[in-house]
T-cell receptor, first 112, second 112 residues
Framework: DADVTQTPRNRITKTGKRIMLECSQTKGHDRMYWYRQDPGLGLRLIYY???????NKGEISDGYSVSRQAQAKFSLSLESAIPNQTALYFCATSSSLTGELFFGEGSRLTVL | EDKVVQSPLSLVVHEGDTVTLNCSYE??????LLWYKQEKKAPTFLFMLTSSGIEKKSGRLSSILDKKELSSILNITATQTGDSAIYLC????????????WGLGTSLAVNP
């Protein structure tokens, strides 16, 4: 089983719909992140959380919200999806001791 | 503003060739530089570099950091088709709660 699991892996939705991407990890890490990856723009940080009570905006948080339900779970919501949120989304974790990130397999979201 | 620049953006070589990928950075607080390999799915960790001049090695891959030149190189010797991937470089900013600043990556294609 993967250490960082994302669901769904693929999703096609329509403009205006609410979407939730979920992430769970078995690595025991305290830090969790949501990134999106777009061709030519690289990996961009949406939100990050350094523990259950800590939520921080990344560089592109507009249009997104997150919830850290437990140390092992971090979900990303798009309240009203729009086409330019079509992207590959990655959840990642790290420990407080190192900067090394461990990524989930990615969630490909298409907003029509 | 901190940034990480990778070059070249893309590279095509033949099996058996040796390649050198570059990563340069402009950052306010340096903690470490990380290299990741991304095939079709999630980025996977290769190296973390913290000290200048010390080479990290794993099989045919090696990497070294030059703090004077604010850069790092990733070398791959005797390339194989399985080395085809996007290679990502990221800086771990010690002064910014350990968020990573990513380069856009170098896309490497190794032809048989």
């Amino acid at each position: 089983d993967a250490d960082v699991t994302q669901t769904p892996r693929n999703r096609i939705t329509k403009t205006g719909k609410r979407i939730m991407l979920e992430c769970s990890q078995t690595k025991g890490h305290d830090r969790m992140y949501w990134y999106r990856q777009d061709p030519g723009l690289g990996l961009r940080l949406i939100y990050y959380s350094f523990d259950v009570k800590d939520i921080n905006k990344g560089e592109i948080s507009d249009g997104y919200s997150v919830s850290r339900q437990a140390q092992a779970k971090f979900s990303l919501s798009l309240e009203s999806a729009i086409p330019n949120q079509t992207a590959l989304y990655f959840c990642a974790t790290s420990s407080s001791l190192t900067g090394e990130l461990f990524f989930g397999e990615g969630s490909r979201l298409t907003v029509l | 503003e901190d940034k990480v620049v990778q070059s070249p953006l893309s590279l095509v070589v033949h099996e058996g060739d040796t390649v050198t990928l570059n990563c340069s950075y402009e950052v306010t607080n340096f903690r470490s530089l990380l290299w990741y390999k991304q095939e079709k799915k999630a980025p996977t960790f290769l190296f973390m570099l913290t000290s200048s001049g010390i080479e990290k090695k794993s099989g045919r891959l090696s990497s070294i950091l030059d703090k004077k030149e604010l850069s790092s190189i990733l070398n791959i010797t005797a390339t194989q088709t399985g080395d085809s991937a996007i290679y990502l470089c990221a800086h771990n900013n010690a002064g910014n709660n350990r968020k990573l600043i990513w380069g856009l990556g170098t896309s490497l294609a190794v032809n048989p």
